[in-house]
């Protein structure tokens, strides 16, 4: 018989194996969190202040910068408590982690999915585009992505607190994720991996079918524009967003799209550096640097606080 625990306690390695570089490891990523928090804020204060950008892609552009926050304050802080001082939490922590992990991961999904697709109206039937792209079908959409993603990611929480734990449960990982997890029951797992590998894979994979489309039909249309500039103008409209993508969807596929066997701890922890961590930090840089109108913003911004001062 095995001896279960009830009430188990993880305890996080994280980082903590590299016990030579704590401290420059702790500031690093310390710096980097506090510029995801300095980047992402602005972008969400340029598009509520300035009129200019009160449109539905700078709307989608907001809230993607605010899941871009809320799932690095998930999972960061913790991270940085273990670099110093390896701690331990209850499962009904770890779960709880693990269900807003999800929550904003797969909201993030959509909401690029749905940026995807207001760029494929914008370029490929921009006459029609305010009657397609209106404010409440905006409003909609992101609802409709916050409940899915809610529900979803219940349904997998769920199915993670019904499993047992015993010995010493030590997770190799800086944060709660699901595959650590069933690396370390003792429950069998095969109904949590028919449930990963049948719905679990539907908020990464329809939001990634959408874009694909989206970008399939942009692609060919920004081909048939006949002037140089046309085909510039068109593509800098979507080419952040794309950069955006490739970086956020690459790292998902690596990480969750490849067999159980592959798995190792190493690679795993540095794919989710980049996926939780890294990209968030770059998403505002890469808008900011890229697009005139966020720019133009920013600097208006200054400006007038520059004017108020003197």
């Given amino acids: 018989m095995k001896n279960y625990s009830k009430n188990p306690e993880f305890l996080l390695l994280g980082l903590s194996d590299i016990s030579d570089h704590r401290i420059l490891l702790f500031m690093c990523f310390l710096i980097m969190y506090l510029l995801n928090l300095l980047g992402n804020s602005t972008i969400i204060f340029l598009v509520r202040s300035n009129s200019n950008l009160r449109t539905p892609m700078y709307f989608f552009l907001g809230n993607l910068s605010f899941v871009d926050m809320c799932s690095t304050s998930t999972i960061v802080p913790k991270m940085l408590a273990n670099i110093i001082l390896t701690s331990s939490l209850y499962l ?14 797969c909201t993030e999904c959509f909401i690029l999915a749905i940026m995807a697709y207001d760029r494929f109206v914008a370029i490929c039937s921009p006459l029609h585009y305010s009657m397609m792209i209106s404010n409440r079908l905006c409003a909609m959409l992101i609802i409709v992505s916050w409940l899915s993603s809610a529900l979803h990611s219940l349904l997998h929480s769920l199915m993670a607190s019904t499993l047992k734990f015993c010995g010493i449960n030590t997770i190799h990982h800086f944060f709660c994720d699901m595959t650590p997890l069933l690396h370390l029951t003792c429950s069998d797992t095969s109904l949590n ?7 679990g894979g539907l908020p990464v994979l ?59 701890v190493n690679y795993d922890r540095i794919v ?13 840089f890469i808008y900011t640097l890229r697009n005139k109108e966020v720019k133009g913003a920013l600097k208006k911004t200054f400006v007038k606080r520059r004017f108020y001062k003197s």
């Fill in 92 to 105: 009904a922590e770890c779960i709880v982690q693990l269900y807003f992990f999800l929550v904003f991961a």
């Fill in 193 to 199: 991996k028919l449930l990963i590998y049948t719905e």
């Fill in 206 to 264: 329809i939001p990634f079918i959408i874009v694909l489309t989206s970008y399939v039909r942009i692609i060919s249309t920004i081909v048939k524009i006949r002037s140089r500039d046309g085909r510039s103008k068109a593509f800098s409209t979507c080419s952040s967003h794309l950069i955006v993508v490739i970086l956020f969807y690459g790292t998902i596929f690596f990480m969750y799209m490849r067999p159980s066997s592959s798995f190792t």
């Fill in 272 to 284: 989710s550096v980049v996926y939780t961590i890294v990209a968030p930090m770059l998403n505002p």
